[in-house]
């Protein structure tokens, strides 16, 4: 460790310079403040100093407050030498920036005493600053690695809105329009509407358990599964061509889905759903409930009333049954389906939203198109909730025969 000595008595720098390159430090000696202020300023500059309080240029206590005014590279360890023994005198030095003092004529032992608690003192900053630089470096790279997550999250998310249906869309004379306000990146609600054959319609909404990349990853798993697992029940009933044939079964489809996706050791989620089926010729609809809100029908000219009795999540029972729902939508009626994150909201004083809530909102506006309905919801659910953030993913679909 360098040491740096400014005195302006030659004997005492050679006395301080014999003993401490005895004690194996490396010692640079100057004969005033000034030429001891230039020496801390280079490059390599000794971190600990030894100063003379009066001395020509400058004055012990006025370079000790200099240099802690100064934007040194590294925290220079300050020593006062001094005949001074008043303690009005020596908080004066303290007050100035000093560390520590030894007493003129200074004793060989105190003296190493002092350089080694100086030189631990310094020995752990350097440590600590080293620290630093390492959490810092850390941090670095952590937010690296967050903004690769973050872009790929975003991916991802574009990924899931390219699978859901638009917002708004006509099929085979109904009308259909949907909202969805996942409460991280991605969410792990799904819901699809599409044409099956010239005369049928299938539909389904579906909220997987838990939030972000798991339950999003699964989310897009089961609905391609789902998908297909429609397509080829159509193909082998032969509505698939020309909407003739035996009429799909809900029920049994979710009965498969069951089977498909048992929780497991490797896969620890369930998931609700809905899945129906619906002839546009008639406006006969067949659904299945499994686990998930109550769907709500509201005919043109008659009360909302809500249909299903619940059933059973998807992957829980492996011998689960579930129920079929009849029902036919006339001109004008509409079918909503929603998630739990739209009647489980909570707002600031732990108020649920409610079936009842929206159901009353739906009731309202009866006389709304179906996209200014799904607006209307979304500015409820924010004023209701006080902020924009959601604890559960939101989905909504809407239905209306023309």
């Not at 089961?222 to 035996?246: F, P, Q, R």
């Not at 029920?251 to 498969?256: R, S, W």
């Not at 497991?264 to 809100?293: E, K, N, V, W």
Request: aromatic content about 8%; hydrophobic content about 40%; glycine content about 8%.
């Amino acid at each position: 460790m360098k040491v740096l000595v400014a005195d302006d008595d030659r004997t005492v720098r050679i006395a301080l310079k014999t003993l401490l390159t005895k004690w194996g430090y490396e010692v640079i000696t100057v004969e005033d403040g000034i030429q001891a202020w230039e020496t801390l300023q280079e490059p390599g500059a000794p971190r600990l100093a030894i100063l003379d309080w009066i001395m020509p240029g400058i004055e012990g206590p006025a370079l000790c407050e200099r240099i802690r005014k100064s934007s040194l590279a590294s925290y220079t360890y300050l020593i006062l030498l001094t005949a001074k023994s008043r303690k009005t005198e020596l908080m004066e030095g303290l007050e100035s920036g000093a560390d520590d003092f030894i007493s003129k004529p200074f004793n060989a032992g105190e003296l190493k005493a002092r350089i080694k608690a100086a030189e631990r003192i310094l020995t752990l900053e350097k440590e600590l600053k080293v620290k630093n630089q390492e959490l810092s470096q850390s941090n670095i790279n952590l937010s690296r690695s967050n903004d690769i997550i973050t872009q790929d999250l975003q991916v991802a998310a574009s990924v899931q809105q390219s699978l859901l249906p638009a917002q708004t869309g006509q099929v085979n004379g109904f009308r259909f329009g949907s909202l969805f306000m996942p409460c991280a990146i991605v969410g792990g609600d799904m819901f699809n509407f599409f044409r099956i054959g010239d005369h049928h319609i299938a539909f389904f909404i579906l909220d997987i358990s838990g939030h972000g990349v798991p339950a999003a990853m699964l989310s897009v798993t089961v609905s391609k599964t789902l998908t297909s697992l429609i397509w080829e029940e159509a193909m082998v009933h032969g509505i698939s061509k020309n909407g003739s044939g035996t009429v799909l079964s809900p029920e049994d489809m979710v009965a498969k889905l069951n089977r498909l996706f048992q929780t497991s050791d490797t896969l620890q989620a369930y998931f609700t759903m809905i899945l129906g089926i619906i002839d546009c010729r008639t406006g006969h609809t067949t659904l299945t409930q499994a686990g998930h809100p109550h769907p709500i029908w509201a005919p043109a000219n008659g009360d909302l009333k809500t249909i299903g009795n619940g059933g059973f999540p998807v992957g829980l029972l492996e011998n689960a049954t579930y129920s079929r729902h009849e029902f036919t939508m006339n001109p004008g009626d509409r079918l909503f389906l929603y998630s739990d994150g739209i009647t489980e909201c909570r707002n600031c004083q732990d108020s649920e939203f409610s079936q009842e809530r929206l159901m009353r909102l739906l009731d309202k506006n009866r006389a709304t198109d179906l996209e200014g309905v799904m607006r209307k919801t979304a500015e409820e659910l924010y004023r209701f909730r006080g902020d924009h953030t959601f604890s559960d993913d939101i989905s909504f679909i809407a239905l209306q025969r023309d």
